[in-house]
């Protein structure tokens, strides 16, 4: 472990926290394949006792997950330590994490509590969950923010109770790299017994300084780093998975640290979250963005064709890029689509998969080539919408110049086809309002936006659409070779997960 940091990933966590980013059961156990390929150390895969979905959810995924830990957050509570420690009964290595905020402003205006409370609740949390488990984490909330004496005390008190790693998390951004390191530093030589545990830590990135305060953590004795995938989480998100991880590969002079990360994996995974959240990822985003490998300028161009380390210190092939290659076409059959989905770690049912295939089919007749980004597209189509209350039956749009573009929609609700032709601004408004005028759901768009899946003029088109009711945010998405009809999906799939239930409120470190 001297030369090793593991890799904590939190995406089906904290990263969905993100307004909008919820995902149902299926959109979870894909990412959790797709995390287990990347070869993660732990997956947090989600807070048991927020709801009976995320119960089901994190046993679902401790019970198929073998790879990887499987870890579940409770609160310093007998009753999420215990639902937990059921949820996480058949992981083949579970773990359990407990946390209590520490910080005074905490303590004065969250907990109402004192300091020696919230230490006694600590232990007895962490000694609760050893009943389920010899791997337990302890989370100090806000510790950034924590007087460090007590921090201190805190921390002996929960290695003593048996936790076996040790969290610092920046819960709100505060901290400076140099202030962070120091921290930790402090803690490995202050506390008596901080080397029967591993110390770990958890950043988010409200002033963009989550890896950098990451790495610097781990330059002063952290051997675990908690991320997310493309940096996913509430607010300004968390350290993102990607770029720590190829800090420490590409710096390895510097820090003489690796992980076990399949790096390969990296693009493929943060396309997946990408889609399956509906937060799309920036251009100039490190390591995954689109243009992380483009060069424009001809000084960089000639300098790249005489010797490619003249401007990358790495390859885009070791993180995943790779041209898209065809893997089926209009002439393959079931069993070879069933074969390249179960690659791409994607597993249906059989009227899942005679329904998915049948898509494909359809628009194998649409698209000459057909790519893995759009099978996983058509996957999560049918996953998402396979039990909803709204359903997109035909739409027809005329758009003409100098003519007011009109709608004409069907939609089966609750079973029953309804129609409405509505007029609007550009073909996507009457679409929209055409919806609208069906469903009489009153929200407000926040975010309409397109992004092409794959590269050519027959490529599909995924579209991103974010609704705001009464304080909820969701997020939809639709993909479709038709712009217009992928926006339709794109908002009706919006539409039903603000008419379903809430997601369960997951707390915040």
């Known amino acids: 472990m001297a030369d090793r940091v593991l890799i904590f990933d939190t995406t089906l966590r904290d990263g969905e926290q993100s307004p909008g980013a919820s995902m149902n059961a299926e959109e979870k156990m894909q990412i959790a394949r797709a995390l287990e390929r990347l070869r993660v150390d732990v997956i947090e895969a989600g807070f048991p006792s927020a709801s009976k979905g995320d119960f089901a959810s994190v046993k679902a995924i401790a019970d198929e997950i073998r ?36 910080s005074d402003i905490h303590l004065r205006a969250k907990l109402k509590m004192s300091q020696d409370e919230v230490h006694d ?3 007895a949390a962490v000694k609760r969950a050893r009943g389920y488990t010899n791997n337990v984490e302890f989370s100090a909330e806000d510790a950034g923010r924590t007087d460090p004496d007590f921090l201190c005390r805190v921390v002996e008190a929960a290695i003593d109770a048996g936790a076996t790693t040790i969290n610092i998390p920046d819960t709100v951004g505060y901290a400076m790299p140099h202030e962070f390191g120091e921290r930790i530093a402090m803690l490995r030589e202050r506390v008596p017994n901080a080397d029967k545990a591993t110390f770990s830590v958890h950043c988010h990135n409200d002033l963009g300084l989550a890896v950098a305060n990451s790495l610097s953590a781990v330059e002063n004795g952290a051997r675990q780093v908690e991320c997310t995938v493309n940096g996913l989480g509430e607010r300004a998100g968390n350290a993102a998975m990607e770029e720590l991880v190829m800090a420490l590969r590409t710096r390895s002079d510097h820090f003489g640290l690796d992980t076990r990360i399949e790096t390969t994996e990296i693009v493929p995974t ?34 790249v064709l005489k010797e490619r380390e003249t401007y990358e210190i790495m390859t885009a092939e070791s993180v995943g890029w790779k041209r898209n290659r065809m893997v089926l076409g209009k002439l393959s059959g079931r069993n070879a689509f069933r074969t390249r989905l179960e690659e791409l770690g994607v597993h249906l049912d059989e009227q899942e998969l005679e329904a998915t295939f049948e898509r494909f089919k359809a628009l194998a007749d649409k698209k000459r080539e057909i790519f893995d980004e759009d099978l996983l597209a058509l996957v999560n189509d049918e996953v998402t919408r396979a039990a909803e209350r709204f359903k997109l039956v035909s739409l027809n749009v005329c758009s003409e110049t100098g003519v007011t573009p009109e709608a004409q929609l069907t939609l089966e609700v609750d079973g029953d086809n309804r129609s409405a032709t509505v007029a609007g601004d550009g073909p996507v408004d009457a679409a929209f309002k055409a919806v609208e005028a069906i469903t009489d759901v009153d929200a407000e768009l926040k975010l309409y936006s397109v992004n092409a899946i794959t590269g050519g003029t ?18 939809g998405q639709g993909a479709d070779t ?18 379903g239930e809430p997601p369960a409120e997951h707390p915040q470190l």
């Not at 609160?75 to 994490?97: C, N």
């Not at 599909?460 to 609704?467: A, D, H, N, P, S």
């Not at 038709?482 to 008419?499: E, T």
């Open 270 to 303: 943060s396309r997946l979250v990408a889609t399956v959240s509906g937060f799309a990822v920036q251009n100039n985003k490190a390591i995954v963005g689109a243009n992380a490998f483009a060069h424009e300028s001809g000084i960089h161009q000639d300098g």
């Open 121 to 123: 609740m600590a232990v």
């Open 458 to 475: 027959d490529a599909q088109g995924e579209v991103t659409v974010r609704l705001e009711r009464g304080g909820r945010i969701v997020n």
């Open 482 to 499: 038709d712009i217009v009809a992928a926006s339709v999906k794109a908002y009706v799939h919006a539409l039903n997960k603000l008419m």
């Open 67 to 102: 790879d990887c830990q499987i870890c579940g957050l409770a609160r310093a509570r007998e009753a999420d330590i215990d639902g937990a420690g059921e949820a996480l009964k058949g992981a083949a290595d579970p773990r359990i994490h407990t946390f209590i905020a520490t």
